[in-house]
Each structure stands twice: as structure tokens, then as C-alpha cells.
């Protein structure tokens, strides 16, 4: 490096894909991580995973964690096992998720034996992993020697996101994690950044705009009360995290105001179950509205119907309790979990209804539906698909191509470099044309590997 104050980042894995964000910061002396997630294509762990890591583990001084997601967190206890031992850094709710969420991925992953995990997935890796964990309030400083202070912006992902702000030799880098689809009904808006020098940031949607936002509660009121005529079965396959309290959130809405009848709804996914009490605990970080009517009394996630069934036995009762009915499981697309036993008992009919609430990737049973497959295999049984296949497309998590723009557009005038990471490439390349062309600013697309320089 020409000047010693200088940076180092290197684009570990996360970049031209958009999940395994794994970013090295490294300068005067001192080693940062920024993410460490799972590697996850068609598969839930690609087998990149468990290659090595391109540095040396033991001399990281702090991993820094965006959110808890499992595409940014996955594969820390692999991290453990190589070696790692600093601290990791995230906002408070972050490290009770992970918890949650590496636990989840252990069960996951012990079901296929070719993988070998014993030797990372340890339940003391994973002890280990929140052992060392400390936590920041967005807004908190942390001083670390050689200058550099470090802080979290709340980022509006999901329950305790945060974009990493860091400040070295009066430079502002940030890296920008999940960027969420604000407004949201749970979490406040993306804060602003208006004097970042270098950032490094998603692009997930970074080639497409979200459709009818503002609708998609409408449409579930209509979903729902179309299946209560018809006296029907509603299942809905969804993400365990942020996508299910948003969904709850929504029907305690509607059964509260009375805008829909009661009717028994079952939430049929023990992860779920755990995250939302994890939201509830944290209610001091939902937007003013949520936390107004909490403290109003209102659980937000609870309300006159709702069902949290835990055990095994009380999953399978689910099928005896007559029409109609609501159940929300996992997974979202359909390639695991209990929904799959729901898919096989009312796929077959033509009364009930599956609505699909996310991104459902290519190859996967969910997409296999929505692409309006007549007929599916479940659990290795061919099952008949005659119920009704509805599809609310605004429940992204994650800000589109304007509203990435609109973003990058607060610090256009400060920013000497962007670029562009967590997105296929021809997503991240296309926001980096259009942030060059709409705002003038220098903005790369690095490959996984890569390494760059930035002055400071
Ligand atoms: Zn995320």
C-alpha cells in the first residue's frame, strides 16, 4: 500500500452472488470481518462452505455482524473452528436471532450426514459463538486502538439490522448489509447516510422494482376472507424471520378491527414461534406505530384464533380441526419443514388455498407451484395440485433498484466509491450503470476474491 493509513477490503465471498457475505477490512495493523454467512444456491449449503477461509482465522481482531439472517451469520462456528478468537460485534437483537438461527441450521444440517459437520457445528462452537458476542445500541460508539471507531445505523431489514459505519482517519466507510424495503409495518425506515466516503452495499434487487407495495394488505384481507366463503384450507409457507411477525402483525390487524372473522389460524413452525417472542422482547426497536400499539396492550403477534403449536403431536392435530383455517409454516419455499405436510393434505383439493409470500428460487417445490405445476412430489409422493395458488408480491424484505438509488443518492456527492456486492451479477451490474448514470458516482461490481485499496 503507497500510504500506510490506507485500507485493505477484500470481497471474501458475497460478491457477484447474494448470499455468504463475508468481507475482510484490513489496515495499520489490525484485521475486521464484516458478515460471515452460508454459501447457499440450490441447495441450503453449497459445498464452497466448507473450503477454507482465505485468511488466517486466528488473526482477525473483530467480526462485526449486520443481522442475524443465516446468509450473513451461517458460518461463524466454522470461523470458531479455524481458529477465530476476537469478539464479535452486532445491535442487541441480532445475537439472541443468531442464536436461534444457528441452532435451526445445526438440526438442518445434521440431517445429511455427508457433510461431516460434526467438527464445526459443535454446540460449543455455537456456545462459544454467543460467549464472545457483545452488543451495540444503534448509534453506540465503539473505540478500537490504530483510530478506528465503529457504529451501527439502524438498517430496517429485519429486527435488529444495522449498516456498519466506520470511521478511520476522518473517512466514513460503510457497509450497508440487508437494506430493507421501508416503510415497513414493523421497523422503522432505513436511516439516512449523507457523508459516507466509501460504502459497500447490497443489490438484491438491484435490476427490479417491487410491485404493488401498498396493496398487499388488501390483497391478504381478500385471500382471507375469499377462503372463510369458501370454507377452505389457507396454508401459507413463509420465512420464519421478519416475513412471519410481518404476517402476524397484519392479521392481528385484521381480527382486532374485525375486518376478517376469527377463525382458528395456526402458526406450525417451532423457529417462528421462538423469533416472535424475540420480537416481542425487543418492541423498543419496532417504527412509533407498532411500539404506540404495544403499549397500548396490544401483543401485536397474538390475537383472538391464533394457535402456536410447538410439538410434533399438536402439528399433526392440525389436519382433524375442521374448515375454515389458516396455517402459517415454513419453510418459505416450500424445501423443508412442516409445510410440506400440509402441502400434501390440501394440495389435492380444490377448495383450499396456498399462498406463496416471497422470492421462490428456481428449483425449489414453491416455485414448482407458483409456476403452476399440476402435479408434485412431496416426501417422495406424487400429490395432485388442484387448491388455488395466490401470490402477494410485496413482502420483499429488501429495498428495489429506485429505492437503492434513492439511498446511495443521499451521499452521492460524498461518495469516491460504491460497490456493489450481494446480488447476481447481472443485478449488481445494472445498479452500478444506473448509480453511474443517475448520480455520477464511482461505482464497481468486484468478483468473489477480489481485493481493493482505498485511500484514506
Ligand atoms: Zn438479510
Request: aromatic share 8%.
Amino acid at each position: 500500500m503507497a500510504n500506510d493509513k490506507n485500507l485493505k477490503i477484500t470481497f471474501c465471498s458475497g460478491a457477484g452472488t447474494v448470499t455468504g457475505a463475508n468481507f475482510l477490512l484490513e489496515g495499520n495493523g489490525k484485521k475486521f470481518l464484516i458478515d460471515c454467512g452460508l454459501i447457499q444456491g440450490e441447495k441450503f449449503v453449497d459445498d464452497l462452505n466448507w473450503a477454507p477461509f482465505p485468511y488466517d482465522a486466528s488473526t482477525i481482531d473483530i467480526l462485526f455482524v449486520t443481522h442475524g439472517h443465516v446468509d450473513h451469520i451461517g458460518r461463524i462456528p466454522k470461523l470458531i473452528s479455524e481458529g477465530f478468537n476476537g469478539k464479535i460485534y452486532s445491535v442487541v437483537p441480532t445475537k439472541e436471532i443468531t442464536g436461534i438461527m444457528l441452532a435451526d441450521t445445526a438440526h438442518l444440517l445434521s440431517r445429511d450426514e455427508a457433510l461431516e459437520l460434526d467438527k464445526i457445528y459443535t454446540p460449543e462452537n455455537i456456545k462459544k459463538t454467543i460467549d464472545i458476542w457483545e452488543t451495540l445500541e444503534y448509534g453506540q460508539k465503539l473505540n478500537v486502538d490504530h483510530g478506528f471507531q465503529f457504529s451501527y445505523k439502524d438498517a430496517g431489514h429485519i429486527l435488529g439490522s444495522g449498516m456498519l459505519e466506520i470511521i478511520y482517519n476522518n473517512k466514513k466507510i460503510v457497509f450497508t448489509g440487508d437494506l430493507g424495503n421501508s416503510p415497513s409495518p414493523l421497523l422503522p425506515d432505513t436511516e439516512v447516510i449523507k457523508d459516507a466516503d466509501y460504502m459497500v452495499m447490497e443489490s438484491t434487487y438491484g435490476d427490479r422494482n417491487h410491485e404493488h407495495r401498498d396493496e398487499r394488505k388488501k390483497k391478504l384481507e381478500e385471500i382471507i376472507r375469499d377462503n372463510y366463503n369458501k370454507n377452505g384450507n389457507l396454508i401459507i409457507p413463509t420465512f420464519s424471520l421478519e416475513r412471519t411477525q410481518e404476517l402476524l402483525y397484519e392479521i392481528n390487524s385484521l381480527v382486532e378491527n374485525k375486518i376478517i372473522p376469527e377463525m382458528p389460524i395456526f402458526l406450525d413452525s417451532p423457529l417462528s414461534i421462538k423469533l416472535t417472542d424475540v420480537y416481542l422482547k425487543y418492541g423498543k426497536y419496532f417504527n412509533t406505530r407498532a411500539q404506540k400499539i404495544l403499549s397500548e396492550g396490544d401483543k401485536l403477534f397474538d390475537f383472538p384464533g391464533l394457535k402456536k403449536t410447538l410439538e410434533t403431536e399438536e402439528s399433526k392435530a392440525i389436519l382433524q380441526v375442521p374448515p375454515p383455517k389458516i396455517i402459517i409454516a415454513g419453510s418459505g419455499m416450500s424445501n423443508g419443514g412442516r409445510i410440506l405436510h400440509h402441502e400434501k393434505n390440501y394440495l389435492p383439493n380444490k377448495n383450499d388455498t396456498i399462498l406463496l409470500t416471497g422470492y421462490q428460487t428456481v428449483g425449489t417445490l414453491g416455485r414448482l407451484i407458483e409456476d403452476g405445476a399440476k402435479k408434485v412430489h412431496i416426501m417422495g409422493e406424487e400429490v395432485s395440485v388442484h387448491a388455488n395458488v395466490a401470490k402477494i408480491s410485496g413482502y420483499s424484505g429488501h429495498k428495489d433498484s429506485d429505492h437503492l438509488v434513492e439511498f446511495v443518492g443521499n451521499t452521492a456527492h460524498t461518495l469516491k466509491k460504491v460497490f456493489i456486492v450481494m446480488g447476481e451479477p447481472k443485478s449488481a451490474m445494472y445498479l452500478a450503470q444506473k448509480l453511474r448514470d443517475n448520480l455520477e458516482v464511482n461505482a464497481f461490481t468486484p468478483t468473489a476474491g477480489e481485493s481493493v485499496i482505498i485511500e484514506c
